[in-house]
């Protein structure tokens, strides 16, 4: 981890000139955030997100600290694997290689709903978009010198108990509950980044799955926990939450330092120093995230649903 014992800040990310950066979900938010702090440092970041107006305008924001930018964009909407596939092919037909895939974006649904592949949303976008398109970006990761995926997730479902039922992926056998849903995707999220990892051992490449959580940050994102929730994140109130709560900016750091971080290793957890909030340091996952077996249940069933396989070889 190296010995560093000052707070990681974005003053330590290292120079990116020269490398090319995906992130998901980055026209607002913490992928925003993240984006701009990878574009400050020269790396030419993939603006992959659903709708292209908000991700110009975010492209101008980050222009505004960071003006030689370069910022393509590419469609991608996670709850589509129409979209993920056309999105895969458009970033093989322009670039030889990635450096850096940052699995962002995520949703929650309050009430259950289901994606154009039949999929319960919330799980359908925060982890089988994700899956497919990190399998059908392997190659063009592979292909870069030291090429790494990170996954974001979030700290209770990572590192709390058991969230996730492979049996029941699409929520129909028991309650729909928004959080609980939100809840296994991410655990499904964490439980798959250090499956890649696993697979990723012995094949020779420098290629590394790492895993971050934001802790709780004031994002836009809260407006999915409901009006009420959405109420306490107005900027107007949130100085009353500020003891439990932590800026965009500081959120985005662990993911940040998962990303850049030259002492980063495979496997990584990154997220604050306190339960919700502080600086980036290493974070200790659940038994359960890291069970190999409920892992490869997981990952099976994800490649039957997304038509998705992942070439290692």
């Given amino acids: 981890m190296g010995s560093k014992t000052t707070p990681w800040t974005a003053a330590d990310i290292p120079d990116l000139n020269g490398r090319t950066a995906i992130v998901t979900g980055a026209s607002g938010g913490l992928g925003l955030e993240t984006a701009r702090r990878l574009a400050e440092r020269g790396a030419r970041v993939v603006m992959a997100c659903r709708n292209a107006e908000k991700a110009a305008t975010a492209a101008e924001s980050i222009r505004q600290t960071a003006p030689g930018a370069e910022l393509p964009f590419v469609e991608l909407d996670l709850a ?147 009006p009420a929730v959405a109420f306490l994140a107005r900027p107007s109130v949130r100085w009353m939450f500020r003891f439990f709560m932590q800026s965009v900016e500081m959120g985005a750091l662990p993911t940040l330092r998962a990303a850049t971080d030259p002492g980063v290793r495979g496997g990584d957890f990154y997220g604050p120093i306190g339960a919700t909030k502080g600086y980036p340091v290493p974070n200790e996952a659940s038994a359960a995230t890291r069970d190999p077996e409920l892992a490869a249940r997981l990952w099976a069933e994800s490649e039957r649903l997304t038509g998705v396989a992942y070439q290692f070889g």
């Fill in 80 to 226: 589509s694997l129409e979209s993920v596939r056309k999105a895969a092919v458009r970033v093989h037909d322009e670039f030889g290689q990635i450096d850096l895939l940052v699995n962002n974006a995520g949703t929650l649904c309050r009430e259950r709903s289901v994606t154009v592949d039949g999929f319960e949303t919330t799980f359908g976008t925060n982890y089988l978009g994700p899956f497919a398109f990190t399998g059908l970006m392997l190659d063009l990761v592979r292909a870069a010198p030291a090429g790494r995926v990170v996954t974001v997730t979030s700290g209770a479902p990572a590192q709390k108990g058991l969230w996730l039922d492979v049996d029941d992926l699409a929520y129909e056998r028991r309650k729909y509950k928004g959080f609980r849903a939100y809840a296994r995707s991410k655990q499904a999220d964490a439980v798959f980044a250090y499956e890649l990892q696993r697979r990723l051992n012995g094949t020779g490449g420098e290629l590394i799955s790492v895993l971050a959580h934001p802790g709780a940050a004031e994002s836009d994102f809260a407006s999915n926990f409901g």
